[in-house]
């Protein structure tokens, strides 16, 4: 009904009468009996406090609503303060009188019993009886923080989301499961080129440097280049390609680069290094399942904020800085390597 013609808009009525219908709504549905199902999807959590001496966490999940109990202890994380659980729990409930649902982030000791991380708790009879939360198509994702009995302080953020649904419905009516299980590990390849350097400081005290770049995405799997030997200018010359082939999704995106000296009687000296956060591109790649190459124009547009400003020689290529360490400690430019 249209309430301006009668110039009565201003009384609401129209949000009068629909909290009419919601507490006859409400009243019904607290007269009868209904069973549900009850769906906690799980995806992870971040920033989880430690309760191991020395090092992170290893956490896992305990939900419970009344006496009914999901114990992930077989699936624990091992050192992990943001751990992945990609999973979703069902329970029968039954409303009005549902208990709450609790969940409980353990971390796992083997040796002396496991500690409790944090718990959040969550009415859900505060929810189904809830008009607008059951008006929502999509529930939402909620970033819940968890607490410890003896602290005021959050223990960690658990990201999750739930669902209410009714015990028996049509099959054409049946809710889906939403998969949030883990991607399967997809492997890549990255094409670097290490072209050459400048500036590079000069170790030997002949001054000179037999200088070589290591390039790692991981520490156990580094790359090297050949080595430009007697170098006196600081311009040595490599034209090289490296190839690695990790495997998506990970947690660390960063290339880190590296110069060195090469020495044949004793450990080659560090010149300095320099590190770039690829995540951005591997995810575009990943998306467009399409080959992908950082020139001028892409990295302006999508990884400066987070990299920061690089000097380019081309479009193509730019100068990542060596930085190193001086006599006293501290930090100092010793040149750079195009890429």
Request: charged share 35%.
């Given at each position: 009904m249209e309430m301006e013609p009668?110039?009565?808009?201003?009384?609401k009525i129209t949000k009068i009468l629909a909290d009419i219908q919601s507490d006859v709504i409400l009243q019904r549905m607290l007269l009868q009996t209904n069973k549900c199902i009850v769906r906690a999807y799980m995806i992870n959590a971040y920033d989880l406090a430690s309760r191991d001496v020395g090092g992170f966490s290893d956490p896992y999940l305990k939900l419970a609503v009344g006496d009914e109990v999901y114990n992930e202890r077989d699936n624990y994380v091992l050192d992990e303060p943001n751990p992945d659980f990609c999973k979703h729990y069902d329970f029968s409930a039954i409303f009005p009188g549902?208990?709450?649902l609790r969940i409980d982030?353990?971390?796992y000791d083997d040796l002396?019993?496991?500690d409790l991380i944090g718990t959040t708790t969550i009415d859900l009879e505060?929810?189904?009886?809830?008009a607008e939360w059951r008006a929502l198509q999509d529930k939402p994702v909620e970033f819940r923080q968890i607490y410890h009995p003896s602290s005021a302080v959050s223990q960690g953020v658990v990201k999750m989301w739930v669902e209410i649904l009714p015990a028996k419905v049509a099959p054409e009516d049946v809710e889906p499961i939403w998969d949030i299980s883990k991607k399967p590990p997809q492997e890549f390849e990255l094409r670097l080129v290490v072209w050459?350097?400048?500036?590079?400081?000069?170790?030997?005290f002949e001054g000179t440097s037999d200088v070589f770049i290591k390039a790692f995405l991981d520490n156990k799997d580094p790359l090297e280049t050949d080595t430009h030997f007697r170098c006196q200018d600081g311009k040595a010359s490599f034209n090289y390609r490296?190839?690695?082939?990790p495997k998506l999704p990970r947690k660390d995106y960063r290339l880190t680069l590296q110069a060195f000296d090469r020495d044949f009687f004793k450990s080659n000296d560090i010149i300095g290094s320099a590190m770039i956060d690829l995540k951005q591109a591997f995810e575009?790649?990943?998306l467009t399942k399409r080959p992908l190459g950082i020139n001028k124009s892409y990295f302006d547009k999508y990884m400066k904020k987070t990299c920061g400003d690089l000097e380019w020689k081309d479009d193509n290529s730019f100068w990542m800085p060596m930085n190193g360490k001086d006599a006293d400690g501290k930090i100092e430019n010793n040149g750079f390597v195009r890429i």
């Open positions: 009668f110039g009565i808009a201003h009384l549902c208990p709450p982030v353990m971390d002396f019993g496991d505060d929810r189904y009886f809830l050459d350097t400048r500036d590079i400081k000069m170790m030997d490296l190839l690695f082939r575009d790649a990943e």
